[in-house]
């Protein structure tokens, strides 16, 4: 569970920096390089999850971790995505009109549409390399590290006022 807790630690730390170019700043801005480091931290603190939870033989570890290091390659960049929507979104707030509310909003649908897309794409490759069963509790995993980070977002996000 202390990895949970780092992975929540990690977003509070990330997620205001999205906020700052529009939100009044007491203290400097994170830096590109800084949220790459937290990013760093956040998948190091991902992979110590999935590693504890999913309790990988030699074998399963060796075919695992390559597909998974892809996947988590694509995760960040839709991430990279929703940060820009996010990022956006602040900044369209106090002046929010009808038509930017509706390309935000079909451009976060179009995100959530490339996850399930990329889940998908990734099932067989992760079936293969660890059987149905522990691809299926692998997304379990993976799902609740994303619900984690999504409700994060999700309570540091003004809703429009």
Same mark, same amino acid.
């Given at each position: 569970?202390?990895?949970?807790?780092?992975?929540?630690?990690?977003?509070?730390? @990330?997620?205001?920096?999205?906020?700052?170019?529009?939100?009044?700043?007491?203290?400097?801005? @994170? $830096?590109?390089?800084?949220?790459?480091?937290?990013?760093?931290?956040?998948?190091?603190?991902?992979?110590?999850?999935?590693?504890?939870?999913?309790?990988? $033989?030699?074998?399963?570890?060796?075919?695992? +971790?390559?597909?998974?290091?892809?996947?988590?390659?694509?995760?960040?960049?839709?991430?990279?995505?929703?940060?820009?929507?996010?990022?956006?979104?602040?900044?369209?707030?106090?002046?929010?009109?009808?038509? $930017?509310?509706?390309?935000?909003?079909?451009?976060?649908?179009?995100?959530?549409?490339?996850?399930?897309? @990329?889940?998908?794409?990734? +099932?067989?490759?992760?079936?293969?390399?660890?059987?149905?069963?522990?691809?299926?509790?692998?997304?379990?995993?993976?799902?609740?590290?994303?619900?984690?980070?999504?409700?994060?977002?999700?309570?540091?996000?003004? @809703?429009?006022?």
């Amino acid at each position: 569970m202390n990895n949970f807790m780092l992975i929540g630690a990690v977003c509070v730390l @990330l997620i205001p920096a999205a906020l700052a170019q529009t939100a009044e700043v007491t203290a400097a801005p @994170l $830096t590109d390089t800084d949220i790459q480091l937290l990013r760093s931290d956040l998948q190091s603190a991902k992979n110590q999850v999935i590693a504890d939870t999913m309790k990988f $033989t030699d074998q399963e570890s060796a075919v695992f +971790w390559p597909v998974y290091r892809d996947y988590a390659h694509d995760q960040t960049v839709i991430a990279d995505e929703r940060l820009k929507v996010i990022t956006d979104y602040a900044h369209h707030i106090d002046k929010m009109d009808d038509s $930017t509310a509706k390309d935000l909003s079909q451009r976060m649908f179009d995100i959530e549409a490339k996850v399930t897309n @990329l889940q998908q794409q990734y +099932w067989p490759r992760f079936e293969k390399a660890i059987g149905a069963r522990r691809a299926a509790k692998f997304f379990q995993v993976d799902n609740r590290l994303s619900l984690m980070i999504d409700v994060q977002l999700a309570s540091e996000v003004p @809703l429009i006022p």
